[in-house]
């Protein structure tokens, strides 16, 4: 048997079993019904090994809420729980639950907030919130984890990667190394993150994006057993496609054989009256070949035909391209920009498969949960520091310097209001004696980052285009510090929390070290910043 395409494994049962078997215990405890929320956010950026991230970029969002509309217990998948057995024989689901799971498992009364795609986005900074009833909302989290994880390590990479090849075009080739159909959701967030077209033709068909490539070597290595020679096949291919004649040249000898054959088929495709778009080079010394390809092809009247590159690119390996255009092209007599100018970068399994990071630290977390009317902060203690939570409700603020340029993330408790405060105090996450103040005259401006996105069961608004989503991602990356996008090394982007938020988190953590003969303490929000509204 194969899993099929929009079967169950792709409903409301695309889920981790502890979901499940977490609902049914908030359900015979009675507080499955009671208002929840969780945060989703990362604890660190894409680490490559070699280099690392500063920054990354947020999508997998409209895929996730587009799950979340769709997903419904059908007759199928409650047969299915009926059969599940615990290790002694029992049912696993008792019929009361699955009777609710039945007529409840939707996600109807959950509130999403979130940042919108394309943003970048930092560690520990919620992104989304997920608001609502406690076993819905906890059924929410393996779903949301998938989505959101997966596409934000993708855009990330495909940021970097064009930062790397400055602007110049890059297409994602990635789909035969990907894993599985999760290509398709790896394609998506490609061209959020910086991919200007894909290979991948049914991705590019929903997206609204025409399909882009050539052909592979098999094609010249058919029709060389066939008795054409390589000529004949790029002839062959040229004849199929005059306007869209792009030759893989490196099958024999690039510069011998590849690129003296694909001029000779140009000429005869501007005799008559067609355009040539290019070569692709997909092997050996890409800077050197590349060089090379420029002055051969310059030479005979081809100046601005592309140079596709390609052959396990990333943001490092395209650096050192253009790095070494730029020191050795003069060498040869050839000017290293044109030779940059005419460049396009196909990257393959390095994006879609994150090579070096293969996977995006992304958790959810239990923030709050509402008791007697009343909204009691939760907080998770780690004998880690890092992966101490921060607990309540809360809204997180962005905060621009003079220079329009982003100096930090706030998160703050959600009834706080920093864009009106004449002073902030920024606590750093982890450390008691690291705080910064900030007059309010020192910033350009006070943003909040997150918005409602869902809501009684269905998206509060329509699914932005890629192109809008880029559009935001281009202005986000421009108020960026430069420091902060450079590939090796970056600085470190900060993050705070609002001196409310902190001393809310002192107190929990406090009272939860504290000696257990005492009972848990209860803390509430409000009479917490009573009191702190006293002093």
């Known amino acids: 048997m194969t899993l099929r395409r929009h079967g169950v494994s792709e409903g409301i049962l695309f889920t981790d079993l502890y979901q499940l078997t977490m609902a049914q215990a908030y359900f015979r405890a009675g507080a499955h019904m009671k208002n929840a ?43 299915f729980l009926k059969r599940l057995k615990t290790t002694t024989g029992r049912a696993l689901f008792t019929p009361d639950f699955i009777r609710w799971f039945s007529k409840h498992g939707a996600f109807d009364g959950v509130r999403i907030s979130a940042v919108p795609e394309g943003r970048v986005v930092h560690p520990n900074v919620p992104i989304a919130i997920v608001e609502g009833p406690l076993a819905q ?20 990479r495909a940021s970097r990667i064009r930062e790397a090849a400055q602007g110049r075009m890059m297409i994602e080739f990635g789909l035969r190394r990907a894993q599985g159909t999760g290509g398709n959701e790896g394609t998506r967030a490609a061209l959020i993150g910086g991919a200007d077209f894909s290979s991948n033709v049914g991705a590019s068909c ?18 060389m057993a066939l008795g054409y020679g390589e000529l004949g096949a790029f002839r062959m291919y040229a004849d199929v496609y005059p306007d869209d004649c792009l030759l893989l040249v490196d099958t024999i000898n690039t510069l011998e054989s590849g690129v003296p054959n694909a001029i000779k088929v140009f000429e005869e495709l501007k005799r008559k009256g067609h ?67 005419r460049l396009t970068f196909g990257v393959g399994a390095r994006l879609l498969t994150s090579e070096g990071c293969s996977a995006l630290d992304g958790v959810y ?3 709050a ?34 220079r ?51 809501g009684n069961g269905k998206r509060l608004r329509q699914t932005p285009p890629i192109a809008e989503i880029r559009r935001i991602r281009d202005y986000d990356l421009a108020r960026l510090d430069l420091g902060v996008k450079r590939l090796i090394n970056p600085h470190i982007y900060h993050v705070s929390l609002s001196e409310a938020l902190w001393e809310l988190k002192q107190s929990l953590i406090e009272a939860e070290k504290g000696s257990p003969a005492k009972g848990p303490k209860v803390h509430r929000l409000r009479k917490l910043k009573r009191k702190k509204s006293k002093k």
Request: proline share 5%; glycine share 4%.
């Open 37 to 79: 929320r969780f945060d989703y956010f990362f604890r660190k950026n894409p680490d490559y090994g070699m280099h690392q991230s500063g920054y990354s970029i947020f999508a997998g969002l409209e895929s996730f809420l587009e799950w979340a509309e769709t997903a419904r217990l059908n007759r199928t998948e409650v047969e």
């Open 137 to 156: 909302a906890q059924l929410i989290e393996t779903a949301l984890l998938n989505k959101l994880n997966y596409q934000t390590l993708v855009a990330t």
């Open 369 to 402: 949960i509402e008791q007697e009317k009343d909204w009691r902060p939760s907080i998770k203690l780690s004998e880690s520091p890092a992966k101490t939570l921060n607990p309540g409700r809360k809204k997180v603020w962005r905060l621009y310097d003079r």
């Open 365 to 367: 977390k239990l923030s």
């Open 404 to 454: 329009q340029k982003a100096v930090g993330d706030l998160i703050a408790l959600e009834d706080e209001h920093p864009e009106n405060e004449t002073r902030l105090v920024m606590r750093h996450p982890l450390r008691v004696d690291v705080f910064r103040r900030l007059n309010r005259s020192e910033l350009s401006e006070v943003e909040p980052l997150l918005t409602r996105v869902y």
């Open 275 to 341: 355009r040539p778009i290019g070569i692709r080079l997909d092997s050996g010394d890409l800077a050197y070949l590349s060089i090379h390809a420029h002055k051969m092809l310059s030479a005979a009247g081809f100046p601005d035909v592309s140079i596709v590159l390609s052959n396990q690119l990333d943001e490092i390996v395209i650096s050192q391209i253009l790095l070494r255009i730029s020191e050795e092209a003069s060498v040869f007599g050839v000017d290293p920009d044109a030779v940059a100018r």
């Open 206 to 223: 929903e997206l609204g994006f025409p399909p882009k490539g050539t052909h592979a070597h098999s094609l010249v290595q058919a029709f």
